[in-house]
């Protein structure tokens, strides 16, 4: 185990909250200066590097191998827009979005791309879905439900909140996309916002290329301490009970580990509610 390499990107300092990722032999990362870059995985060495005006990439990028006439595309959240790069030049791709970005809201998190479609939850709590090639919005799926929206009626006046900032997860064989969100805001106050506050510190599971809410399970009602479920799920499979269950398991701030059927969203072990004293 002796040192192969060390890279230095050499644009400033600050921290950053995003791992690499390697594809056919190329990393490539976000540097503290801003930039990302594409390295040679073998010797360190630099190839490109491209700068979006904003943080990259700030806790995850995604690559996306292509299919038929399109190549494969790195795609990166930067500030409150969504890019994408060609993977030899490091270029914006002219025929994605707005010369290679669309405008999406702040992001926090790497999107996942099933089929044709880009799923991305932004920080501002909104889900969207973009045409893999265009970057021509497909869908909303609103986490603050809007009037004449399912669970409307679990707020009374909504605001921001039941946002995204630990990450999703893919079902590639199902198409179902899987989010973690947050609280509703604003934090340790819940007078303006009474009920159930869905979908606040929820697991949701989203028909990725519709949008459409397939199932949610809400770990806290009403929740006024920030305890989000800040962790990305994990997708699983296991025996259970003699047969074969696919699962996505979920962490969270109050320290529960939850299991649950990744088709119905039901919890395998017994989940109790309890409620707060007054």
Not at 13 to 42: E, K, L, R
Not at 90 to 109: C, I, S, W, Y
Request: glycine share 10%; aromatic share 12%; proline share 7%.
């Amino acid at each position: 185990l002796k040192q192969a390499w060390e890279y230095r990107s050499g644009d400033g300092p600050a921290n950053i909250q995003c791992n690499p990722i390697v594809v056919d032999g190329v990393m490539y990362a976000p540097t503290s200066g801003q930039h990302i870059v594409a390295v040679d995985a073998t010797n360190g060495n630099e190839l490109w590097r491209f700068k979006p005006g904003a943080q990259p990439a700030f806790r995850g990028l995604t690559f996306w191998p292509g299919t038929g006439d399109l190549g494969p595309r790195l795609f990166f959240n930067a500030g409150d827009s969504l890019w994408a790069l060609d993977l030899k030049t490091g270029q914006p791709l002219a025929d994605f979005g707005d010369h290679g970005k669309v405008v999406t809201g702040e992001v926090r998190v790497a999107p996942a791309v099933y089929k044709s479609v880009i799923v991305l939850a932004t920080f501002a709590g909104d889900i969207f879905g973009y045409d893999v090639a265009t970057g021509h919005p497909l869908w909303t799926f609103h986490t603050v439900p809007q009037d004449g929206e399912y669970a409307r009626d679990t707020w009374t006046d909504p605001e921001e909140g039941a946002n995204c900032w630990g990450g999703i997860a893919l079902d590639d064989r199902r198409g179902v996309a899987y989010i973690s969100t947050g609280s509703p805001k604003p934090n340790f106050a819940g007078n303006t916002h009474a009920g159930q506050n869905l979908f606040a510190n929820c697991v949701l599971a989203l028909d990725a290329l519709t949008g459409k809410r397939l199932w949610h399970f809400q770990e806290l009602r009403h929740d006024i301490w920030d305890l989000d479920i800040p962790a990305p799920p994990i997708l699983v499979s296991f025996d259970w009970h003699g047969k074969k269950v696919d699962a996505v398991v979920q962490f969270t701030k109050i320290g529960n580990t939850l299991v649950l059927d990744r088709v119905t969203g039901e919890s395998l072990f017994p989940i109790r509610l309890r409620r707060a004293p007054v």
